[in-house]
């Protein structure tokens, strides 16, 4: 991709009196990346989009996209475009209308922003539907409406602001396929905003996984993923145990844990539930230290050599699998 | 299920009751009345159409008409832009919750007042030697009192805005604090200027809000009488003088005429005005 489409952030700083909302963060976004900012509410990745988006000042440091500071310059002016949290779609407006919006405030005649709306309708799948009210479409069709909305003014940089938040967990699903493919086809900046790990792991290129007002760990996904660097990383994203061993902190995927004789492994412990989740078993047993481990087998592995509650095992993993922590 | 449609019959008996008693009633009376008859001395049960002949065919009723609904679109001409600013002001530049209820109260403190004394005072501050004639004349503005400030159609409209800004404040306030806030934004996000959110997001969603407070202030410019009196020193009619004279000299029978035909022309103009927006949402 261009390279001189980057979003990048320096030392941007959001204070809201004497709280400070986003301290001090850097990344860099490369152009046609899907990225995630990822984190627990009240961590600050809100604010940072909306500052990304122009529709919170920003307090100190600043932003580029492709080389340009951004930082000041009003939102429709920065070559992003921002899908909102419920869509805000205008509820007096059609949905053509809607899309169309933007192109009426440069004055484009309504023949052309009709026909240039109609073409966003379509790379939606949403042209059945131009003549609606917003009040009559589904959760789903109102997203597909709002994007259309944000991409007809060709942004550079697309900001989602938990765009999949408001719809049931099927159609969950489906919209965050649909938000990937249309990702790929532009080849545009996706930054989307989540707290779910699932959502995050199964979207982004890259994520930035924020709390506490700063960058707690960003990169490639599988990367941040295979080797969190904090306990909160580790936690955060899920399916790993953060254990505290004699020697510091590690986190350790629950896929990678092996259930061994007791004397034969790293880690002696007491099976205290077994939860059966079809593919998978996962086991969960108390490890010393008053600590809980989880670890997930696969369902023929547990059921080659089935265990009982309460009975002693021995924990164990490849050397390569343990990631010491820091914090 | 016939007990069920009894006890849903008494439930709705004691509001039928009232406005059967308060509204219907009334109304009713009159209409009857105002087919009857009347010499100078007395009134007498009839049915005949003289009333309604003798308004319909009179030049005198034209012209009062003419000037109430002058007095009803000036008002709400300036009802709606003062309440309209007011109520922008309130619900988009103020942040705090807190401080949108306390400067909302502020603007209803007036209202604990009476309207005749609210209207009153503006009397000595209107007249020939009045505060403002004098303040005028001091700074040089003018050498001799504005005769047109009081007892004139200016200081009629100037009573009447002053009286029912704030029922233009209310509602539109109410519509506009149920606006998203994040469709602003969003209207910012596709380029909208201010003005542009302003005429093309925050105007056709703050519509039904002021289709109420025009109905609020047309209904009560219309059938006002006090204000045009006071205001006007007796010089202007409009048709709540015409009522109230025809009262005065006990022509109960034509007072109620005009009165059916006024009540008619505000719900035909009340009837015009709800084609155009759709005000149950707000209710």
Redesign the interface.
């Known amino acids: 991709m261009n390279r001189n489409l980057d979003l990048e952030l320096i030392s941007l700083t959001k204070r809201y009196g004497s709280t400070v909302a986003v301290d001090s963060i850097s990344y860099h976004f490369d152009a046609g990346t899907y990225a995630c900012l990822l984190g627990p509410s009240g961590c600050g990745k809100s604010s940072t989009l909306r500052m990304i988006?122009?529709?919170e000042s920003v307090s100190d440091g600043s932003i580029t996209l492709g080389k340009r500071d951004i930082s000041h310059l009003?939102?429709?002016?920065r070559g992003t475009?921002?899908m909102?949290?419920?869509y805000?779609?205008?509820?007096?407006l059609s949905v053509l209308d809607n899309v169309a919006?933007?192109l009426?405030?440069?004055g484009t005649d309504i023949a052309t922003r009709h026909a240039r709306a109609g073409e966003m309708l379509e790379l939606v799948d949403m042209s059945n539907l131009a003549d609606r009210f917003p009040d009559q479409l589904s959760g789903g069709q109102q997203q597909r409406a709002a994007l259309a909305?944000?991409l007809i003014?060709k942004p550079d940089v697309l900001l989602l602001d938990e765009p999949l938040s408001a719809l049931d967990p099927f159609l969950r699903i489906r919209m965050r396929a649909e938000l990937k493919k249309l990702q790929r086809e532009l080849g545009i900046t996706f930054v989307h905003v989540t707290h779910g790990q699932d959502e995050a792991l199964a979207l982004a290129d890259e994520i930035v996984v924020m709390n506490n007002a700063v960058i707690e760990q960003a990169g490639k996904t599988r990367a941040v993923f295979d080797a969190p660097a904090t306990a909160f990383v580790a936690r955060f994203l899920g399916s790993h145990n953060v254990v505290s061993m004699p020697d510091g902190m590690i986190a350790i995927r629950s896929d990678a844990l092996q259930i061994k004789d007791a004397n034969a492994a790293k880690l002696p412990g007491t099976i205290t539930n077994i939860e059966y989740q079809g593919t998978h078993v996962a086991l969960t047993a108390s490890v010393p230290g008053e600590q809980e481990v989880t670890a997930l087998l696969s369902d023929k592995d547990f059921f080659g050599s089935p265990k009982n509650l309460g009975e002693a095992i021995g924990l164990d993993w490849e050397a390569g699998a343990a990631h010491a922590l820091a914090g | 299920m016939r007990n069920n449609s009894v006890i849903g019959w008494l439930l709705a008996a004691p509001l039928s009751l009232v406005l059967l008693v308060f509204l219907v009633a009334p109304i009713a009376m009159i209409v009857v009345v105002s087919f009857w008859g009347a010499t100078e001395w007395s009134i007498y049960p009839a049915f005949q159409f003289d009333n309604y002949t003798f308004l319909l065919t009179s030049d005198v009723t034209y012209r009062v008409y003419l000037n109430t609904l002058k007095y009803a679109i000036i008002t709400w001409a300036f009802t709606l832009l003062i309440g309209f600013t007011v109520a922008y002001y309130l619900a988009f530049h103020i942040r705090s919750l807190t401080w949108q209820i306390a400067l909302f109260l502020l603007c209803t403190i007036p209202f604990l007042t009476s309207n005749i004394i609210r209207m009153i005072s503006w009397i000595p501050f209107l007249g020939r030697n009045g505060l403002a004639n004098q303040a005028l004349i001091s700074w040089g503005v003018i050498d001799e009192p504005l005769e047109w400030l009081l007892f004139s159609d200016f200081s009629v409209i100037l009573a009447f805005v002053h009286l029912y800004t704030l029922f233009m404040v209310v509602p539109i306030f109410n519509t506009m604090m149920r606006i998203d806030k994040s469709l602003i934004e969003a209207a910012v996000d596709a380029g909208a200027s201010g003005w542009q959110t302003l005429w093309h997001v925050i105007i056709p969603l703050t519509k039904p809000g002021i289709m109420i407070g025009t109905i609020f202030v047309v209904a009560l410019v219309m059938g006002d009488f006090i204000t045009v009196r006071f205001m006007s020193g007796s010089q202007s009619a409009n048709v709540g003088r015409m009522i109230q004279n025809d009262i005065g000299l006990l022509q109960y029978p034509s007072a109620s005429a005009t009165a059916v035909i006024l009540l008619v022309t505000v719900l035909l103009l009340i009837g015009t005005l709800l084609r155009f927006v759709d005000i149950r949402k707000e209710l």
């Open positions: 988006a122009g529709h009003p939102p429709a002016k475009a921002m909102f949290q419920n805000a779609l205008f509820p007096h919006f933007s009426k405030m440069q909305r944000a003014t």
